[in-house]
């Protein structure tokens, strides 16, 4: 990996030290350039906007092959939450309880919590990672879903998703990851590690724009659910051409039996446009590069970290984390705007750094 090129593709970093994809994914040119064409596009609405609506369809191909699924499991939204929030709707029509942990981000515990009916159970953390039998000993016959961040928000805890989805299935569960921290960084596999469903937004580790993400559901759950927020989209393809082209017939509904029934409508166009180039340059460098390149960078914060008896956040063991290091300190925002001001780019997060 020819790491000076590719610096030269992020702008940025000619003036900044960026640290800060956890909470924003940098913008490189590729990303740039295709929103600067996808807009010229739609001046002309000629051959190349035919061109861009090919290439965001392509963008679930790209997506897929990201975390090892089939296009054909891949439906649009919007952001994670939304996502999350749709998994949480289909899966929770009966009594019984969430299993999910005390680290993980709000929203992976707020579409849980929304519902009246379900316990949400949060499994401890001891020194910042959630191990796997405290998670597992919450798991019981009732338990409709185990959901998870893959790489915790704050500190990079990863989770061992293979042993997750075989506990969950063990009882039962749905296995829900939320992708986000993870996608894009490191290699996936949903097949492998026994995902049922999956959300991820854009705008982190993907380095796309903000406003696109991806839906996964697995292949034979697909028709298995009512559609929580439907659209269009989520309509028999034969009904929606009637309802289109023809006349109104909506008086017996049928839902589509494809993935893009669970999509909430229409889509943000340049966002995807903008997430496929992204993805694009992401595959062609290599997961597999990127991610021994961020476990270098890890491991030498945290080494350098301890070093100066930083308090760390994030898990020492180099197989407990990805991609996030966090340390405590201190007045954390005060932090984070005098390293801002000296062109540094940091989150604070949870007491730290």
């Not at 063990?170 to 949903?190: E, N």
């Not at 009904?239 to 893009?260: H, M």
């Not at 405590?328 to 940091?346: D, F, H, Q, T």
Request: glycine share 6%; net charge negative.
């Amino acid at each position: 990996m020819n790491v000076e090129r590719i610096r030269e593709e992020f702008p940025l970093t000619k003036d900044y030290i960026y640290f800060n994809n956890a909470a924003t994914g940098a913008c490189s040119t590729h990303v740039a350039e295709a929103l600067k064409e996808y807009a010229e596009a739609r001046l002309t609405l000629g051959q190349e906007a035919s061109l861009w609506n090919e290439r965001i369809v392509e963008s679930k191909r790209l997506f897929a092959k990201l975390i090892g699924a089939k296009e054909s499991e891949i439906a649009f939204i919007p952001n994670t939450t939304a996502g999350l929030n749709t998994i949480s709707s289909m899966v929770c029509t009966r009594k019984g309880n969430v299993v999910t942990t005390d680290i993980g981000f709000p929203s992976n515990v707020l579409v849980w919590l929304k519902h009246g009916h379900i316990e949400t159970r949060l499994a401890k953390s001891r020194e910042n990672k959630v191990p796997l039998e405290e998670i597992s000993r919450h798991i019981d016959g009732d338990t409709i879903a185990v959901a998870v961040d893959q790489v915790g928000w704050f500190n990079g805890f990863k989770h061992d998703l293979k042993a997750l989805g075989e506990e969950a299935h063990k009882k039962g569960a749905y296995f829900v990851v939320d992708a986000i921290q993870s996608v894009g960084s490191m290699k996936i596999d949903v097949r492998r590690d026994e995902i049922d469903f999956l959300s991820a937004g854009s705008y982190k580790w993907l380095l796309g724009p903000p406003g696109a993400g991806f839906l996964y559901v697995r292949e034979d759950l697909i028709d298995e659910f009512v559609p929580p927020f439907p659209s269009i989209n989520s309509m028999d393809e034969e009904q929606l051409d009637r309802n289109i082209y023809d006349a109104f017939d909506l008086y017996q509904l049928k839902f589509s039996g494809k993935v893009q029934r669970y999509e909430l409508g229409t889509i943000s166009d340049a966002s995807c446009a903008g997430t496929w180039a992204s993805m694009k340059m992401i595959l062609e460098l290599g997961i597999d590069q990127i991610e021994e390149r961020l476990r270098e960078l890890d491991q030498y914060l945290v080494d350098h970290l301890e070093e100066l008896h930083m308090p760390m956040q994030s898990p020492r063991e180099e197989q407990s984390r990805h991609g996030i290091v966090n340390f405590k300190i201190k007045n954390n925002r005060e932090l984070e705007k005098r390293l801002r001001a000296k062109k540094i780019v940091v989150s604070a997060r949870v007491g730290g750094i």
